[in-house]
């Protein structure tokens, strides 16, 4: 799972951006990836329970590990079209006041229209996706070294406010301070906790935490942090101008004149872990059409939830025998 550039075609990207905007304007239920300040359709009892099966074999996972903090990520918004499975990321922690394995991570807070951190159960971070019918997270447990600076970080409220931002945005530029986003949020704790550069007295006044995002920035760009690089139609500008999500002043001009993009996401925290923390290792766990499947290594499980030869499956209510096995392995890229 290397960070790189989504590349599309510039007129498939027109297309489903101005289709997405067109839906926007009319009011539509069916935006997308656009409109996730929408509270969505009810979920059913059955997709409810999938979802705390799915969470209930994370967090066995996570008890597995004896670790104190693992970096996970689920499906939220529907970021197929960008090429992506992955949206949001967060910091499991073992010993969170929210109970074992709660989920601190920042959200956008809509009715507020600010971004704020906080800690949510394993359980509804599972839930908080588009696609009910299809769940993934996946987990990357790290070596100790690299989980006694964040734990202590991150496992501390101070700590987690540290590099929080006073605007969010979506699409924030990962190397600015202007905007952030929710992965933008761990990156620059990872790069806090692990750059081992001095801290002020915590908690950070207000004007303080733009000068330690630069620092973790620093250190991220020194360590190899690479942000995905989106290459988008113009659109996209439309998009910022009508969302109050979007923005793109935070880019640099000659960006901008290319319609790039350089924004943290979830591919891109994993990679970077990968490549700083070799020994680092991922276990990712979906479920669908029935059936639970996990997955131990850094090969994503395929669409659909369809297991390989090595995984685990376990058969939900109603689930259809795993017939679907492909009959190579599964290989690490």
């Known amino acids: 799972m290397v960070a790189t550039s989504r590349r599309l075609p510039r007129r498939l990207w027109a297309a489903r951006l101005a289709s997405a905007l067109l839906v926007i304007a009319a009011g539509g239920a069916q935006a997308g990836t656009l409109r996730y300040c929408d509270r969505g359709s009810p979920m059913s009892a059955a997709e409810q329970d999938q979802a705390l099966h799915v969470a209930a074999r994370v967090k066995q996972v996570l008890d597995a590990s004896g670790e104190p903090v693992a970096l996970v990520s689920r499906s939220g918004l529907n970021l197929a079209w960008l090429g992506l499975r992955f949206s949001h990321a967060g910091l499991a922690l073992r010993d969170s006041p929210r109970g074992p394995w709660a989920v601190r991570q920042l959200y956008f807070d809509c009715d507020a229209a600010v971004p704020r951190v906080f800690d949510q159960g394993m359980a509804g971070f599972v839930l908080g996706t588009d696609d009910p019918q299809s769940r993934h997270v996946s987990v990357v447990?790290?070596?100790?070294?690299?989980?006694?600076?964040?734990?202590?970080?991150?496992?501390?409220?101070?700590?987690?406010?540290?590099?929080?931002?006073?605007?969010?945005?979506?699409?924030?530029?990962?190397?600015?301070?202007?905007?952030?986003?929710?992965?933008?949020?761990?990156?620059?704790?990872?790069?806090?906790?692990?750059?081992?550069?001095?801290?002020?007295?915590?908690?950070?006044?207000?004007?303080?935490?733009?000068?330690?995002?630069?620092?973790?920035?620093?250190?991220?760009?020194?360590?190899?942090?690479?942000?995905?690089?989106?290459?988008?139609?113009?659109?996209?500008?439309?998009?910022a101008a009508a969302v109050p999500w979007l923005h793109e002043d935070d880019h640099p001009t000659d960006d901008r004149a290319r319609s790039l993009y350089r924004v943290s996401m979830p591919d891109a925290l994993e990679a970077f872990v990968r490549r700083r923390w070799p020994e680092a290792t991922r276990v990712e766990v979906c479920h669908a059409a029935g059936r639970l499947v996990v997955r131990r290594g850094w090969a994503p499980i395929g669409d659909g939830c369809v297991p390989a030869p090595g995984d685990e499956v376990t058969l939900l209510d109603g689930g259809a025998a795993p017939a679907t096995l492909r009959e190579e392995p599964a290989h690490g890229t």
């Open 141 to 239: 447990l790290l070596p100790p070294d690299a989980t006694a600076p964040l734990a202590r970080l991150a496992g501390s409220a101070p700590g987690a406010l540290a590099v929080l931002a006073a605007d969010y945005s979506a699409n924030a530029y990962a190397w600015g301070t202007r905007y952030q986003n929710c992965n933008q949020w761990v990156a620059e704790l990872l790069g806090l906790a692990w750059g081992g550069m001095p801290l002020p007295a915590l908690p950070a006044a207000p004007d303080e935490a733009p000068l330690l995002r630069q620092q973790a920035q620093g250190w991220l760009r020194q360590a190899g942090y690479a942000p995905m690089v989106f290459d988008v139609f113009p659109p996209l500008r439309l998009a």
